[in-house]
């Protein structure tokens, strides 16, 4: 059997056929059809040849690149004794990265709950918060985003969700990085408080230093939980194992995905303290997936965090984001009347203009230009950059000759009222 089309355009129109007419429509309207086929490292190889450079990684799953190959090498060699595992029993593979990630992870998040999806860790984490407390309560924060499934989804903004109704009860949002809201919204009810560190969604929004540290306390007083939803920023994104840790808060669970996969085999984890462990100790078989934490995943899981724990890796990152710093800080001097603000931690990025219409523009002169970036979808003025963290230093300037000639594109385009109109329309899209 192949995957193989005779051309492109009948990739396309196959796709549009059977699988998602409306997102081919999307793209090709507005010229972003990207075809993926060959992908090695930091780069991505359309159906026709044309080679992308890539800053959006799918929030980190490519933390690694694209197939690295020491991930598929620890994947083809568990190939040659296990499969996906029988969910129900004992595994040697599930029992190594559950004690590696207690390892890694700060307080007493000693225990480990496996899935496939971050949505599916997202439900769980709050599952156990309720069981946990006997509360209903569901706090986060408006803009941020936890995944499509039931709970993860009902802990998300109206627009992913209003068609599905009626979903869970109990569920609150409230402004990021406000402590007053966060105080009147959380009572004796609530069972627990979700948020990610910087959430991407949001604009790549990074918090006052002391944000976490009230939201701890705010938990702590009223008897809730804390979950760090860490699929974006853990394993090593921001220079350091988990971001929550630049805010010197230890969470009760840590929701870890995307990356852990190293970008060959989907795997999510579930991190949880020892109280929270008791529910899971005392209800063995309630919780029931049976992809979750295969045991090949857990080779692919076991090997990203030999590579991204490891300090010198570390080292490099904060390295690579110096680097991005002054890059992107000279440019953004450049072109000051239209680029506000680089939003940094480590190498989870996002470029602030001023107005939506102008990161949009910017995604798709960068698109034309060869490189692979998105806006943030509730913050279209943020443009984000997360590029593998294993980019090189010529890859790196790479990105800024792109991103410098992209830009004065951009300014010169938006002289042509055509192209205004076109980001305008672009803005409306829910993307
Ligand atoms: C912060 C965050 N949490 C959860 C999820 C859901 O993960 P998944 O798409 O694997 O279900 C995402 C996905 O983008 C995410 O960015």
Redesign the pocket.
Known sequence: MTVEFKTRKELVRTYARHVSRGKVKFYNRYGFTLVPRRREGAYLYDVNGKKYLNLHC???VFNLGHRNPQIIEAVRRGLETYDIGNHHLISGPKAMLAQRLAECLPGDLNHAVFG???????DLAIKLARATTGRPGIVSALG??????GF?LAAGDDRFKAPFGPLSPGFSQVPFDDVPALERAISDETAAVIM?PV???LGMRIPHPNYFREVRRLCDQRGALFIA?????GLGRTGIPWAIEHFGVVPDIL?T??GLSGGIY?I?ATCINDRVYKFVVNNPFIHISTFGGSDLGCLAALEVLRITMDEAFLAEVNRKAERFRQGLEAIRRGHATVFKEIRQLGLFMGLRFTSGTFSMVLSKALFDNGLYAIYSANDKRVLQFLPPLTITDEEIDQAFTILDTSLWQMRRSLKYRGLKFLADRLAAEPV
């Open positions: 799918n929030g980190g496939v999806s971050g949505g599916e860790a997202v941020g985003y936890h995944g499509h499934t993860a990610e959430p991407a969604t939803d860490e699929v974006q920023t929701v995905g995307k989907p999510t």
